[in-house]
Antibody, heavy 120, light 107 residues
Framework: QLQLQESGPGLVKPSETLSLSCSVSGGSISSSSHYWDWIRQPPGKGLEWIGNIFYSGITYYNPSLKSRVTMSVDTSKNQFSLNLSSVTAADTALYYC????????????WGHGILVTVSS | DIQMTQSPSSLSASVGDRVTITCRASQSIGSSVSWYQQKPGKAPNLLIYAASSLQSGVPSGFSGSGSGTDFTLTVSSLQVEDFATYYCQQTFNTPYTFGQGTKLEIK
């Protein structure tokens, strides 16, 4: 059973960089059939796709965040990461990592999510 | 970006009711739609992919239909555990986008 687990600081100061990791267990991040995505959800609001990464390092970012987002993958640790720079209060959200099956493009496994609050 | 307009935004229904949630895309997206259920404090859970394919383990009372710009999620007979928020998502083009959600409440 595939499991994903987000980790990182729950509080980030404005203008700093939010850094999260997602550890994958029960399956290989080096799968050629899957992408690894980040999605966020501000408290009480809807879902926003941030971007994804393939095990080879190919990335796709949401243009609305592209200038501030960097994703990376570490196949040796079976994990992938998200950096979001120059954060503001608008970046306060529950951040989810998820597995995305490439051929039919559906998100079939999600982490539990991690709440990140941007505040001084 | 492709906009996904979901309706209604909220819905009150009773156990045993049949309910339908609609999602309209701002352009034709083939069958590239997924539906998710989200309960409070939990991550979204995939119900339907490719517009009409039922994800493994999801009760058969859930079904999806549509293609092009108009899509529907139907719950044939509501159970207590089905009261949640539902989201559609298009994966035709990046950035992948979600509908604003439909909160299904007990009447």
């Amino acid at each position: 059973q595939l499991q994903l687990q987000e980790s990182g600081p729950g509080l980030v100061k404005p203008s700093e960089t939010l850094s999260l990791s997602c550890s994958v267990s029960g399956g290989s991040i080096s799968s050629s059939s899957h992408y690894w995505d980040w999605i966020r959800q501000p408290p009480g609001k809807g879902l926003e796709w941030i971007g994804n990464i393939f095990y080879s390092g190919i990335t796709y970012y949401n243009p609305s965040l592209k200038s501030r987002v960097t994703m990376s993958v570490d196949t040796s640790k079976n994990q992938f990461s998200l950096n979001l720079s120059s954060v503001t209060a608008a970046d306060t959200a529950l951040y989810y990592c998820a597995r995305h099956t490439g051929r039919l493009n559906y998100f079939d496994s999600w982490g539990h999510g991690i709440l990140v609050t941007v505040s001084s | 970006d492709i906009q996904m307009t979901q309706s209604p935004s909220s819905l009150s229904a009773s156990v045993g009711d049949r309910v339908t949630i609609t999602c309209r895309a701002s352009q034709s997206i083939g069958s590239s739609v997924s539906w998710y259920q989200q309960k409070p404090g939990k991550a979204p859970n995939l119900l339907i992919y490719a517009a009409s394919s039922l994800q493994s383990g999801v009760p058969s009372g859930f079904s999806g239909s549509g293609s092009g710009t108009d899509f529907t999620l139907t719950v044939s007979s509501l159970q207590v555990e089905d009261f949640a928020t539902y989201y559609c998502q298009q994966t035709f083009n990046t950035p992948y986008t979600f509908g604003q959600g439909t909160k299904l409440e007990i009447k």
